[in-house]
């Protein structure tokens, strides 16, 4: 991937190259951030660490030009990442925590009655 300039950027995402000039004016984070990442040989780990939701993987797939010579092709489950879909497993953890506080608490009130 070489087309690191405003006139023609594309990013590597995902084993997929993007061609993403159309898209800059419209790019919800803004063009600065397609420009930072662009001509970079791979930026899956920046894509995820946004944490891009299923309507940004849709969006993006219009924008396909290729893909990387030699490289994975990621499914949407893989791009997903940490971000997206991925934050729910925190939720869980949050409402263990709380469950296991709850539970603690009255089994010392019934250890104390």
């Known amino acids: 991937v070489a087309h690191n300039d ?3 950027p ?3 995402i995902g084993g997929r ?3 993403v000039k159309d898209y800059m004016s419209t790019h919800p984070g803004g063009a600065e951030v397609l420009q930072r990442s662009a001509g ?3 930026s899956t780990v920046d894509f995820q660490q946004i944490g891009h939701g ?3 993987r ?3 797939k219009k924008y396909c030009v290729g893909k ?3 490289a994975h092709l990621m499914n949407d489950e893989e791009l997903a990442g940490k971000g997206g879909e991925g934050s729910k497993w925190l939720i869980f953890l949050i409402l263990g925590v709380v469950m296991a506080y709850f539970y603690m608490t009255k089994m010392k009130n019934k ?3």
Do not use: G, R
């Open 111 to 113: 250890a104390v009655a």
């Open 6 to 8: 405003a006139k023609d």
């Open 17 to 19: 190259v993007y061609a």
């Open 58 to 60: 849709e969006v993006m």
């Open 10 to 12: 594309w990013l590597a």
């Open 40 to 42: 970079k040989p791979d």
């Open 54 to 56: 299923k309507n940004a």
């Open 68 to 70: 990387v010579k030699e």
